[in-house]
Each structure stands twice: as structure tokens, then as C-alpha cells.
């Protein structure tokens, strides 16, 4: 593998120098008010990328699996009704999570390459007139399929069924890459990670929590230690943690934050759009689809390429890494062998993902696929050459 390449997998994502040399750090006391300085403009940094007022934001020594565990654990008891899709890997992982918890899922299979159903969301919320669903988990963007969902048309469903559900959003693989409306989509718990749209290394799980969200916890009694909110919010007033911080992902977290606010969010999510729509013509012209059944669906941080039948898609992964140093994402979970994915989040710009497009070709050619070296980048090539670039700015 080599280190010169790009990676596109969908997280952890390519890092811009500044982040690495910003998380490099000499140790410095973390509970003196020096830590203080880098924890309140990047808990205020994230505020901002997550488009909240109210929020408060908690910033864990951990990952997005850990921001799934932080909201379920501090906002609901055990036996709870939660209310939750499955349409990939990813909310796969965080029902199971919720099962383990010992919380009561009411599961809504979705065929994987769809986005969640807000529309039977609300016949079953609309049904539950004694409110006993406590929590509705939507996972914004699967990273497993490239789909993305519409969490405002899941929070009009909650409305509509006039349901007081708690509304848990995993923005994993959205956010600070794509579109993400806390305060307007009405979301009550915000879950992210620092290595993907943020282009960190792992490390950090990133939650934002509405006013109700923080209601809750006086009232959930599920067991919580490590990632008890209120603790955390109590460490934070005294300028620390009640346990050591990550110092060094944390002042990274705060540059991102910069980087990002600098660039402009609506620029950033400009970026990952173009960025993506080129990666879809390549796909388009090698005569292959995308897991996503429809463009509505679409995700422009990850697209999920379906292999032809009997082509084991593993194999494509593992050549061209063994080849040509270049890192893809594997199937997950249903999808195994049956897609790989190219991940295009994080600092990324369009010279960097016809390099992936490229890779991808020789690769497929290699395998015997019937593809015609030059297509897919010829038809990306095209796409970026005619649409506005504001590539000045672009965190890379
Ligand atoms: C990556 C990802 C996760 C898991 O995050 P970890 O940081 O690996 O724990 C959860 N949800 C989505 C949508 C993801 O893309």
C-alpha cells in the first residue's frame, strides 16, 4: 500500500496536512485552563457545522459507535420502544446496539438501496397513540449502500402523527459533507466521528444534544459511566473531562471546524455534490448501477458500484490494493461481494477522485470486466470540465 495515494475508502478519509500537524501536540496539563482553549471553540466550531443554537455538544474519546451508545444510554430505560430502519450495515449495527440494551425495536426492513420510509414511520407513529415509542433512530447516510435519506421528511412524519418521539440521527458519513439541519429537522441527538467529513484521524465520537435530549436524561435510567453526558457537561464547565481528553484530536477538531466554517458549509457541500456527480458519470459509462435505486437517494459522500453477477466484488478491492497501493471500500453485510464502494467525503478534490477512477478501470480491466480504459474517467473528466470549480478554498 502506498502512502502517496489517496485513500477512498468512505472513512477514515484523507487528511489535509494542517489537521495532522494540528493533532501532533506537545502534552500539555488537561485539566489547566490552556485545554479550555482548545475545547470551547471546537465544541462551538462543531455547533456551528452541525447548523444548531440549542445544542449541546459532547465530545467523546471514542467513534460514531460510540456517539450510538451515548444517545441510546442517556435518554432511554430499559424495555423502551424505539422505532428504527434497517437498510445497510450501519443501522444494522445501531439496532443491534439498541437490542443489546435491552431496548424494544420496532424494526421496518427496508430493501437495502432504499432510503427509510418516513411514510410508514408515520402510520406506525401515527398508530402508537399512547406514545409509547420513545425514540425514532434514522441513519441520514448509509454508508454501506450510498444512500442517503431525508431526515426532514422523517421529522414531518413525527409531526404530522403528532408523536413526542425523540428524533436520533447518525450523521456519520454526513456530516461536514453534506446537508445537516439540526435545529431545522428538529433532531434531537446528532452523532458523528471525527475520520470521516471531518478528516481527522479516528478517535473521537462527536454528539450534538437538543434541549429535550437533555430533558430526557433526568428521567433514563439505562446504565452509562463512560459516556454519561451529564458528567461530561459538568468536566467541561471546570475546563475538562471526568477522565483524560484527546488532547491533540481535539485541537484537531477545533482547526477543522475552521477549515470548514472558512470554506463555507453550503461550498463544502458543493464540493462533495460535483465531486460525487462526477464519480456517478464514470459509473454511469462503465455500464454499471449503483446499490442507491434512485438518483433522490443518491449519497455524495460514498457510492456503492454493483459488480455484474458472479463477479466477486471482494476481488476488486483486494487488487487494487495489492496492485496499485489504492484503497476502495468492501460490501458490508448483505451487499458482501456483491458491490464495492468508492468513497469521495472528506478532503477530497476533483483531480484526486479522477485518480481513484482511473485506478478503478485498470482494476476492472484486470479482472476481466468489459470495461474500456478511459470511459468512466473520460465521462467524469467532461463532467468537471464544465461545471464551476471553487477549488481555492477546498480543504485539501
Ligand atoms: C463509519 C460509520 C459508523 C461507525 O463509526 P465508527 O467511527 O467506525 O464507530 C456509523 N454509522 C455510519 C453511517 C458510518 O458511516
Redesign the pocket.
Known sequence: MSFQNPVFI??PTNMPEALRKAVDMPTLDHRSPLFGQILHPALAGVKKVLKSESAEIFVFPS???GGWETAISNTLSAGDKVLAARNGM?SHRWIDMCQRHGLDVQLVETPWGEGLPADRYEEILTADTAHEIKAVLA?H???ATGVKSDIAAVRRALDAAGHPALLFV?G??SIASMDFRMDEWGVDIAVT?S??GFMLP?GLAIVGVSPRAMQAVETATLPRTFFDIKDMANGYANNAYPYTPSVGLLNGLNMACGMLLDEGLENVFARHHRIAEGVRAAVRAWGLELCAVSPDVYSDSVSAIRTPAGFDANKFVSLAAEKYGVAFGTGLGAVAGKVFRIGHLGSLTDVMALSGLATAEMVMADLGLNIQLGSGVAAAQDYYRGTQANSTKAAA
Request: hydrophobic share 10%; net charge negative.
Open positions: 468512505p472513512g467513534t460514531g459507535t450501519f441513519t447516510n448509509e454508508t447518525d456519520v458519513s466521528g475520520q470521516k479516528p
